[in-house]
């Protein structure tokens, strides 16, 4: 029976030895994958902020969101005082107006200029004709007046006759002269008008001159008002409220920080031993504990190039501290807005297949 026994011993051993040497050779075979387990780490979510902050200086006169609070993207949230700028906008508008009236006012003018100088032109060219004309009569009631002179003191006509000669030549004489009297005056009508057309130009050119720094202020002082009204140009939630209603706030003061929703990731340090294993675009899962059963799928957007801080200090001689990388990890679905910025999450980073 002992003999047997020592049989069976030697039987169990020898199996035994033959299962280890096996289990050593299969370990070592090659083309043999190990199994990696998936990296999970916790984080806090975040989101890419947008400061929102005057481009001008005053006072807040209404500010609609709290802290926590949720907007939508093109949503007014503040807005300041305006009515001084108000007031500055209403004056350039009149000024506007003044502008636009001063032009139509000298449009008409340069248009009376104009049929002004056209009706000196005809007046001083029929003027011109009448000394042509007045000047012939003139000259042959000169003649016909010596010719009656020579007459009369040869006897040959009464002094009556020689009277009227010389009457009908001092009426043309002064036919004449007023004529020429009267040319004048129309040239004379015709400069003014041309200087009142020129005038009228320049009137013109100045009131074209005043209406565009009208239209300049008045685009400034719109754009002013425009600037007292301060809207979000994301959705999101407010995180930070740094005035109050009431305030006085300078351009560039950020007075809300909105957090975008459609831009909220996970921000998650790992561990220096594990950050070879994690790949950009690579798949990511979220979840929240307030929110059993749900998982959130994610991508890893960025992996931060510098160590940020040691999780591990050294307590043995010669051991290095063992650091850690910032990672960001998307949020790809979350249309019923679960996620929230400031929450605590745990994500799970699943093995990678590294290219040989």
Known sequence: MKKNAGKKSKVIILLLVIFAAGAVLLALRPGRKETVP???VTGIMDGYEVNLAPKIAGRISWLGPR?????KEGQAVITLDSEDIKASLAQAMAAQNKAEADIRAAVAQVQNSKAAILSADADAKSAAADVDMALAQRDESMKDAKRAEDLYKKGFISTQSRDQSVSASDVNKAAYSSSIAKLASARAKKEA????????LSQLDSSKAMLKEAQANVSYYRSKLDDTVIKTP??????FKAHEQGETV????TILTVVDLNGLYARVDIDETKIGRVELNAPAYITVDGVPGKVFKGKITEIGRFAEFATQRDVIRGREDIKTFRVKVSVLNDPERILKPGMTVEVKIPPQAKTP
Request: charged content about 15%.
């Open 234 to 239: 994301v959705a999101g939630t407010v995180i």
């Open 250 to 253: 300078s351009p560039g003061d």
């Open 38 to 40: 998936p990296i999970r």
């Open 67 to 71: 802290e926590g609070d949720a907007v």
């Open 193 to 200: 008008a041309a200087t009142g057309y020129n005038a009228a």
